[in-house]
């Protein structure tokens, strides 16, 4: 249902304006004040908001500018005195969807207010078709969160601005970024993925940048770098906050020049636009002097916050069957089965690392089920072991019997054997390789394909 965030400092409208609205089948949420009605909106959102324009602490206007900057595509609708109309007109220009004139009638406040809901649910669900189809698949998300990513993504990606993806890992930043890439003008050019966290950083530099032959030792050829590989197109540098400051300011150099110099060459010019993810505080880091500050700022042009998948929980059921029919699939399995029961316990999952895991448990089960069925029973038997302490490694993994292709249950092994072990290790590369016995990039090219971290 419908969310409207009531904002007025006057007790006796906003018991009004809360009646009146709930009576026209809304849901009402009301604050005492401009400083709360922020709070709260940064905190939950709204698909709509009714604000008074002259309240004594944070002002319409104010709330109006600052819920715009939150999410662009909110309608705020203002209430407004007599005798205001020209503060009202000026509302409008700064883009509020409408102003309510007091007293107000109560059938037009609310059809006003319906109205507005309306258009915003079809501007989202545009937006999100348009991703779809840029996407080429199906975007699984009924949440009023993600539907926010998903227009602020409609809005920024035709415009050339360097966009910074926060969020948890796993949350699907780089979904997000992939859609910003081909909703753009840019989309027929190269899409080039960079993750910072996969290379060690005395490789960084020649892989961001090139580097000519003879650079350094064992540079027997040259090599054109990520960002004249994506030349004309998108540069995605996931985990950005994971670059070392030497490379911080390389990169804020070819932002800020559009210029970049490959080790033991010259500068060259490249035309790229950046997109950047981090699931770290940026901000925090770059007050600790582990982020240069002046890189923080030229990325942070436009933020968007991936949620993570228990704040958009409305999401799972559909995402559930994608991934089913995904796996399904690739499994050689036909049709499958999945208990209501265990959809249920899904929900009531705090999914630490977000749809990633929840995509990884589906495979997992898959690999795993003796038939075509997913049950509760079956992801508690095979959770179990991973939540007891003293229990070897093989009582957690199993073969998903011989039904399925040999590969498949190799690699359903080693896939579990290597996820039990990066926990095991607090998901330390370096270490989880020494425990395996394998080199660290080895380990690398492993987890990028179990889905165990981003590329």
Do not use: C
Request: glycine share 8%; no cysteine.
């Amino acid at each position: 249902m419908s969310q409207v965030l009531v904002i007025d400092d006057d007790a006796a409208l906003r018991y009004t304006l809360e009646a009146v609205l709930t009576d026209g089948g809304l849901t009402v949420e009301v604050h005492d004040g401009g400083a709360k009605g922020l709070a709260a909106f940064e905190a939950r959102g709204a698909d709509v908001v009714v604000t008074d324009l002259a309240m004594p602490d944070v002002d319409g206007m104010k709330v109006l500018e600052q819920m715009r900057a939150l999410d662009p595509g909110v309608p705020v609708l203002m209430l407004t005195a007599h005798g205001s109309e020209r503060v009202a007109v000026a509302a409008m220009k700064a883009g509020a969807w409408d102003y309510i004139p007091k007293p107000f009638d109560p059938d037009e406040l609310v059809l006003a207010v319906k109205r507005a809901i309306e258009t915003r649910e079809l501007r989202l669900q545009n937006a999100r078709l348009r991703t779809e189809n840029a996407l080429g698949r199906a975007i699984a998300t009924k949440s009023p969160a993600m539907q926010r990513v998903l227009d602020m993504i409609a809005r920024v990606a035709p415009k050339d601005v360097t966009v910074l993806l926060t969020g948890e890992s796993g949350a699907g930043k780089d979904v997000m970024a992939t859609a910003l890439h081909a909703h753009s003008r840019r989309a027929d050019k190269p899409f080039v993925r960079f993750n910072a966290a996969a290379i060690p950083s005395e490789l960084a530099e020649a892989e961001l940048f090139g580097h000519t032959k003879g650079a350094f030792t064992g540079a027997v050829s040259a090599r054109v770098g990520y960002f004249h590989q994506a030349e004309h197109g998108t540069l995605f540098i996931d985990e950005i906050g994971e670059l070392p400051l030497g490379m911080q300011a390389k990169v804020l150099r070819a932002l800020q020049s559009g210029e970049v110099q490959p080790v033991g060459g010259r500068t060259e010019k490249v035309d790229v636009r950046l997109v950047a993810a981090t699931n770290r505080d940026l901000a925090a880091e770059a007050k600790a002097g582990r982020f240069r500050e002046d890189l923080f700022y030229r990325l942070n042009v436009v933020p968007i916050r991936v949620p993570p998948l228990r704040e958009r929980l409305e999401d799972i059921d559909a995402l559930v069957a994608i991934f089913v029919r995904s796996y399904a699939d690739r499994y050689g399995m036909g049709q499958v089965d999945v208990e209501p029961a265990l959809v249920d316990a899904f929900r009531s999952h705090p999914w630490p690392g977000n749809v990633r895991e929840l995509e990884n448990t589906i495979a997992r089960l898959l690999a795993l089920a003796p038939d075509d069925r997913l049950t509760l029973a079956l992801w508690r038997s095979l959770e179990e072991p991973y939540s007891k302490g003293g229990q070897t490694l093989s009582s957690a993994v199993g073969d998903p019997g011989p039904s399925h292709p040999l590969r498949g249950r190799v690699e359903s092994f080693e896939r579990s054997i290597i996820a039990a072990e990066f926990e095991a290790a607090s998901k330390n590369q370096s270490e989880t390789a020494r425990r395996l016995g394998v080199s660290r990039p080895a380990l690398i090219e492993k987890l990028h394909k179990y889905g165990l971290i981003e590329r």
